[in-house]
């Protein structure tokens, strides 16, 4: 690091600042370097991004303000001859007065780049730090665990005049809409957040957007960007949860929601909810639902199951995936129920459903009296025009399923090709796959395969 315009800021304990020492230490630099290259976007359909990079400053150098917190068997680097020590208090964790003074200090050099990272156990859980708004930085990068960030109260103490960059990780913004309100300029922002029940960014000039929060049950996400181009989003839901995402311009999205308390209907309950999409054909938008068979799901008076699950629904979808834990219960109503949705049966194209099996239960449900209550969605029709292809996953060839098979043959008038994989607890001279057979010949057009358990062994095409 050059001499000139270098400082750093050290906790030295009670040994002197000439003495060798193994404790933890603070420290923050400012240094004249490269400005680095701006990386590229990872795809929210393939997993959350890790933030936007830094943007290249005008002049091909930045000016940079990184901060982080050695640990205690780490040696303290030496010191140039122009860094003036400055103490900083005792003892190994920080605190939150200490990391603010800091911070302050680092906004007198007017930093492009500022970098804070407090790594787990070196700090104080639930600590609160007050951030400067930094009018100068292009990119601020904050990485610690449960760290609560305060702004200065007024907007007229100041903006993020020329932030680009933000990403925050296991901190907490008590109002994340009014901190984004302050950076005129943003275009990247990642907010992976431990706690919150609220989740509101409105920006005229962001892009890219990742905000999970898996933590703490959310009650509302909304979300407007007239140009935002890619957004992942992830969130632990509270029952009810509010949804409202505008974004004209998007071009992938990764929208995934949790529920910690299953959203029924009937006795499914839906505990998790992906949608993916983008804009070139080869990434269809795609629907991944995980539902079980319970007892103990969620019900509310003021919204129908279909109301739940169709304000989530951001895109006509062409691909539905249906992870179901049936414990020997008919699932036939239950994806009838979802198919009817008015963004997913004008559109689909292609269905998986995935039968999951239960070491713990088995059968132990397969005489429920649901087989017997649940006897009109069997004769239902309903029109699915553009479906082509169906695979199902787990099959055991009760009169349930194969109702199901013989519904999704009457109700899709296109579809070329159906694939089974049969349950690897039948075998090849069961009687259920006989019925199969006989069903899948009554469609001579079609394309039938019949897989038995994981060997890949074609019993019929």
């Not at 100068?136 to 665990?145: C, E, F, P």
């Not at 901190?179 to 960014?201: E, H, I, Q, W």
């Not at 949804?243 to 071009?251: D, N, T």
């Not at 799901?297 to 304000?311: G, H, L, V």
Request: net charge neutral; aromatic share 8%.
């Amino acid at each position: 690091m050059p001499a000139s315009g270098s400082a750093r800021a050290e906790e030295e304990g009670t040994a002197s600042a000439h003495s060798r020492t193994t404790s933890s230490s603070w420290s923050w630099s400012t240094s004249a370097a490269p400005a680095p290259r701006r990386a590229s976007a990872s795809s929210p359909a393939g997993g959350a991004a890790s933030g936007p990079a830094s943007p290249r400053s005008s002049s091909g150098t930045s000016r940079s303000t990184r901060w982080s917190r050695r640990s205690p068997s780490s040696p303290a680097p030496p010191c140039p001859a122009s860094t003036s020590a400055l103490p900083c208090g005792t003892g190994p964790s920080a605190s939150g007065p200490r990391l603010t003074s800091l911070l302050r200090a680092a906004e007198r050099l007017s930093p492009q780049e500022l970098v804070l990272t407090i790594p787990p156990l070196m700090g104080t859980p639930y600590m609160s730090i007050d951030l400067p708004v930094f009018p100068g930085a292009t990119s601020i990068r904050l990485v610690a665990t449960f760290l609560r960030v305060r702004l200065p109260p007024s907007a007229a103490e100041g903006h993020f005049s020329a932030l680009q960059a933000l990403y925050l990780s296991g901190c907490i913004v008590h109002d994340l809409h009014a901190m984004v309100s302050r950076c005129p300029r943003l275009r990247g922002l990642t907010y992976k957040a431990p706690g919150g029940d609220n989740l509101k960014v409105h920006s005229a000039s962001l892009e890219e957007l990742v905000v999970e929060n898996e933590c703490a049950m959310t009650c509302s996400v909304d979300i407007s960007g007239p140009v935002l181009k890619q957004l992942t989003s992830a969130v632990l839901a509270r029952p009810g949860i509010s949804v409202s995402i505008l974004a004209p311009m998007l071009e992938m999205l990764s929208y995934k929601c949790l529920y910690y308390i299953p959203y029924s209907f009937r006795h499914w309950g839906l505990t998790s909810f992906s949608l993916t999409m983008a804009t070139s054909p080869v990434h269809a938008p795609s629907l991944e639902i995980y539902a079980y068979f319970g007892f103990t799901s969620f019900r509310d008076a003021n919204y129908s199951f279909a109301q739940e699950i169709q304000k989530h629904l951001l895109a006509d979808i062409s691909v539905l995936n249906l992870h179901l834990l049936m414990r020997g219960h008919v699932f036939g109503e239950f994806v009838l129920h979802l198919l009817e949705r008015d963004r997913i049966r004008p559109a689909i194209r292609r269905l998986n459903v995935d039968l999951l099996k239960c070491e713990d239960h088995g059968d132990l449900y397969i005489y429920c009296s649901c087989h017997d209550d649940e006897m009109s969605w069997r004769t239902q029709t309903i029109s699915l025009p553009h479906l082509e292809e169906v695979e199902i996953d787990g099959i055991k060839g009760v009169d349930h399923e194969l109702d199901f098979l013989k519904l999704l043959l009457r109700c899709a008038p296109i579809l070329t090709r159906m694939t089974v994989r049969l349950s690897e607890m039948l075998t090849t001279t069961d009687d259920a796959c006989n019925k199969i057979y006989n069903i899948f010949k009554t469609y001579p057009s079609l394309e039938c395969y019949v897989y038995l358990g994981t060997d890949k062994q074609v019993l019929y095409a």
